[in-house]
């Protein structure tokens, strides 16, 4: 699945320290922190964009992502050269997720692209202590699909995340799409139900590419499904 991750505490705050200093009227596009360089942008359904860079002092094959929608920035992550979550920040709240070394079954991109399919199971520990496992699989359906120019293959995925304790925090399922160019995942449609029993549907599916040079480059500006949120939210107030 997409296994979102984050920045080092260090250079996130450093990070976040310097898109603060922008200028409102600046931050229409993405500047890297000093010493990365921005790869691609991504403009999801469900109204988000993610930036997607790499950095010279991490560790070759990392990625880096920032992710956006209409209140700005929201989300860091970073990955490695196999497509595990290194680490991931949530801007809003400061926390910080890190992954646990010496997983039971790390996630492999590469094997994945070999054999069809792929299993995982790894923890994760935040900033507040809070420890959190992860298992499932990702698995190659066989079907290609074009979007925007970029050819790309549809995975079906699962997982399931519990507490320390072994308590089911939330089961999530749905489909989502590789690049093998990008060495990457991208979101798609995902059913997640929660411990409450809530459950909730999305769609973060990549609808436009922009490279170096093309029109979009840097963009946060969110593009897609944007006026669709926006006239939920009168009916979620009249059901509320």
């Given at each position: 699945?997409?296994?979102?991750?984050?920045?080092?505490?260090?250079?996130?705050?450093?990070?976040?320290?310097?898109?603060?200093?922008?200028?409102?009227?600046?931050?229409?596009?993405?500047?890297?922190p000093?010493?990365?360089?921005?790869?691609?942008?991504?403009?999801?359904?469900?109204?988000?964009?993610?930036?997607?860079?790499r950095?010279?002092?991490d560790?070759?094959?990392?990625?880096?992502?920032?992710?956006?929608?209409?209140?700005?920035?929201?989300?860091?992550?970073?990955i490695?050269?196999?497509?595990?979550?290194?680490?991931?920040q949530?801007?809003?709240?400061?926390?910080?997720?890190?992954?646990?070394?010496?997983?039971?079954?790390?996630?492999?991109?590469?094997?994945?692209?070999?054999?069809?399919?792929?299993?995982?199971?790894?923890?994760?520990?935040?900033?507040?202590?809070?420890?959190?496992?992860?298992?499932?699989?990702?698995?190659?359906t066989?079907?290609?699909?074009?979007?925007?120019?970029?050819?790309?293959?549809?995975?079906?995925?699962?997982?399931t995340?519990?507490?320390?304790?072994?308590?089911?925090?939330?089961?999530r399922?749905?489909?989502q799409?590789?690049?093998?160019e990008?060495?990457?995942?991208?979101?798609?449609?995902?059913?997640?139900?929660?411990?409450?029993?809530?459950?909730?549907?999305?769609?973060?599916s990549?609808?436009?590419?922009?490279?170096?040079?093309e029109?979009?480059f840097?963009?946060?500006?969110?593009?897609?499904?944007?006026?669709?949120?926006?006239?939920?939210?009168?009916?979620?107030?009249?059901?509320?």
């Amino acid at each position: 699945m997409t296994h979102l991750p984050l920045l080092r505490a260090a250079t996130g705050a450093a990070f976040l320290a310097a898109l603060s200093a922008t200028p409102p009227a600046m931050a229409a596009n993405f500047t890297p922190p000093a010493g990365c360089s921005l790869d691609l942008t991504v403009q999801n359904r469900g109204c988000t964009v993610a930036q997607v860079y790499r950095c010279d002092a991490d560790p070759q094959g990392w990625q880096r992502t920032a992710l956006f929608d209409r209140d700005g920035l929201y989300y860091l992550s970073a990955i490695d050269a196999e497509t595990r979550w290194m680490e991931s920040q949530s801007t809003r709240t400061g926390i910080l997720d890190r992954l646990v070394e010496n997983a039971p079954d790390d996630a492999s991109f590469s094997g994945l692209v070999a054999t069809g399919e792929d299993s995982f199971d790894f923890w994760t520990q935040s900033t507040s202590g809070e420890l959190l496992h992860h298992v499932g699989g990702d698995r190659l359906t066989g079907e290609t699909v074009t979007i925007d120019g970029q050819p790309l293959e549809r995975t079906e995925f699962e997982l399931t995340t519990t507490d320390g304790s072994g308590k089911v925090l939330i089961r999530r399922h749905g489909s989502q799409y590789i690049s093998r160019e990008f060495g990457r995942f991208f979101g798609g449609l995902e059913t997640a139900r929660d411990w409450s029993g809530k459950t909730e549907k999305s769609d973060d599916s990549p609808a436009a590419f922009a490279l170096p040079g093309e029109a979009g480059f840097g963009d946060t500006t969110p593009q897609f499904d944007c006026d669709q949120l926006l006239s939920q939210i009168p009916q979620e107030r009249a059901a509320s």
